[in-house]
């Protein structure tokens, strides 16, 4: 099963935006979505709305592992 991290990447790969553009519409830096996509930072609940927000998407496909 793919990482919580790569499922992001390529969720927001599909979108079209880079790593600065995500952080931008989440509100918070581009090093802080880098450490998320390479699993070496766990975010809030608060942040991980914020994100699947900016993505279009739901926490489930963006964060549920099995």
Not at 29 to 51: D, F, G, H, W
Request: glycine share 4%.
């Amino acid at each position: 099963m793919p990482s919580s991290g790569s499922v992001h990447v390529d969720i927001r790969k599909k979108k079209g935006f880079s790593q600065m553009e995500l952080s931008r519409r989440a509100g918070v830096t581009r090093q802080t979505i880098t450490l998320i996509e390479n699993n070496k930072y766990n975010p809030s609940l608060a942040l991980c709305i914020k994100i699947a927000k900016a993505l279009d998407s739901d926490l489930n496909t963006l964060f549920w592992e099995e």
